[in-house]
């Protein structure tokens, strides 16, 4: 069965950092690009970062680039996203998902909060 | 910067009737790269179609897909209690992901 477990969501400052995980399971997780969507309380779907299956490339929404980092570790088949600098604006549940072959996303986790307030 | 706008916003049916829910594009795109997607309150987003048309594993057959261009229509024939919720369009180009504002199923 395919897993998606996210982590390391909490409660941070303005200004602050937080790391996200996401231990993959169940599926050759080198083999696929993977992603993080995020969803502000009460709102619609956001994408936020891609990572390519082997970690050589990355894109970003304009609104993260400069201050996310996404990476992965396939010897661990895990996902990680760093956010710095974090604002108020950045409140939001943080989902993985896996992508498919016709950039879709067909496996999500269960997603994390992630709330940026003094 | 590809938009996608879904109407309506909101569509209030009942069980065993038929749902129709739009989205359109501001330019044309590529039907490969449309997806839809379903989100019940406190859950993850499930897909239901990839490629415009193309049905996710264990995705029942009452759901279809269709479209082109700019204009994408997922269709919900015989609604199940269990098929309100929120409905996501998506689309993939040049390394931007994008959704929908979404469109609110309720009974």
């Known amino acids: 069965e395919v897993q998606l477990v996210e982590s390391g969501g909490g409660l941070v400052q303005p200004g602050g950092s937080l790391r996200l995980s996401c231990a993959a399971s169940?599926?050759?997780?080198?083999?696929?690009?993977m992603t993080w969507v995020r969803q502000a309380p009460g709102k619609g779907l956001e994408w936020v970062a891609v990572?390519?299956?082997?970690?050589?490339?990355?894109y970003y929404v304009d609104s993260v680039r400069g201050r996310f980092t996404i990476s992965r570790d396939n010897a661990k088949n895990s996902m990680y996203l760093q956010m710095n600098s974090l604002r108020v604006d950045d409140t939001a549940v943080y989902y993985c998902?896996?992508?498919?072959?016709?950039?879709?996303?067909?496996?999500w986790g269960q997603g994390t909060l992630v709330t940026v307030s003094s | 910067e590809i938009v996608l706008t879904q109407s309506p916003g909101t569509l209030s049916l009942s069980p065993g009737e038929g749902a129709t829910l739009s989205c359109r594009a501001s330019?044309?795109?590529?039907?490969?790269?449309l997806a839809w997607y379903q989100q019940k309150a406190g859950q993850a987003p499930r897909l239901l179609l990839y490629?415009?048309?193309y049905r996710a594993t264990g995705i029942p057959d009452r759901f279809s897909g269709s479209g082109s261009g700019t204009d994408f229509t997922l269709t919900i024939s015989r609604l199940e209690p269990e098929d309100f919720a929120v409905y996501y369009c998506?689309?993939?180009?040049?390394?931007?992901?994008?959704f929908g504002q979404g469109t609110k199923l309720e009974i």
């Open positions: 998506q689309h993939y180009r040049s390394w931007q992901y994008t």
């Open positions: 490629g415009a048309s």
């Open positions: 330019q044309t795109v590529n039907s490969r790269n």
């Open positions: 990572v390519k299956h082997d970690g050589a490339e990355d």
């Open positions: 998902a896996r992508v498919g072959g016709w950039d879709y996303f067909d496996c």
């Open positions: 169940g599926f050759t997780f080198s083999n696929y690009w």
